[in-house]
């Protein structure tokens, strides 16, 4: 799987929209990018993948750039219930042994209120 | 649904001693896998298994054994537990391919502490 470098903390206020960016410069064609977050002490949860297009759903939107060589994920409106660690994972579409995610260490998202 | 449970959530071992996570899905998934983070670090995958009655190593395999005999549950046994394998292990499951979004889902965590 490729690899990804996400920085190590950013911080945004409450209401504003968090921007975090994520590096996957070696992707290869057929990987998909994933979002999880992981709130203090609890299991990560996922939060949205794509290949190829930008995508949107209820908790974010993915942006991701025409080369594929980085994303950003967008939580439009930040909460402090969404402090947490964000990880930008690059993974090979899901099956069998492929399914397996590696986890970085993501990068720190401190909601300020 | 429970989702994904794992028992116990707390434990404390001395070393040497020997002891078994259980990890429990009631959706049907076909993956399931074990995962240890340490402070300020990611998730590392100990071990998978695609199917009842397959497992596959991860990352850091030493110091533990899983086994998947029913499709529901996945066990992670440590033979003889060693400060090192303080932790906080997470297990997941996801469904297999074939148009799911490839999510995977956690369980809360067991917290084991070796002294």
């Known amino acids: 799987d490729a690899k990804t470098t996400q920085p190590p903390s950013m911080d945004c206020a409450e209401g504003r929209a968090a921007n975090l960016p994520c590096n996957h410069s070696?992707?290869?064609?057929?990987?998909?990018v994933y979002w999880y977050r992981q709130i203090h002490s609890q299991g990560p949860q996922y939060i949205i993948h794509?290949?190829?297009n930008n995508e949107t759903n209820e908790m974010a939107s993915l942006i991701i750039t025409e080369d594929r060589k980085s994303s950003t994920l967008i939580l439009p409106h930040a909460t402090l219930r969404d402090t947490a660690v964000y990880y930008c994972?690059?993974?090979?579409?899901?099956?069998?042994?492929?399914?397996?995610?590696?986890f970085g260490k993501g990068i720190t998202l401190s909601v300020r209120p | 649904n429970a989702g994904v449970t794992q028992t116990p959530k707390f434990r404390v071992l001395k070393t040497g001693q020997s002891m078994t996570l259980l990890c429990a899905q009631d959706m049907n998934h076909e993956y399931m896998y074990w995962y240890r983070q340490d402070p300020g670090m990611g998730l590392r995958l100990i071990h998978y298994s695609v199917g009842e009655g397959t497992t596959a190593k991860g990352e850091v395999p030493d110091g533990y054994n899983v086994s998947r005999l029913k499709k529901q549950n996945f066990l992670l046994g440590l033979e003889s537990a060693a400060p090192s394998q303080t932790s906080v292990y997470f297990c997941?499951?996801?469904?297999?391919?074939?148009?799911?979004?490839?999510?995977?889902?956690f369980g809360e965590g067991s917290r084991l502490t070796v002294l």
């Open positions: 997941a499951s996801s469904p297999r391919g074939g148009g799911h979004t490839g999510e995977l889902f």
């Open positions: 070696t992707i290869s064609g057929n990987e998909y």
């Open positions: 794509g290949l190829k």
């Open positions: 994972i690059v993974r090979l579409p899901h099956t069998g042994a492929n399914s397996k995610l590696t």
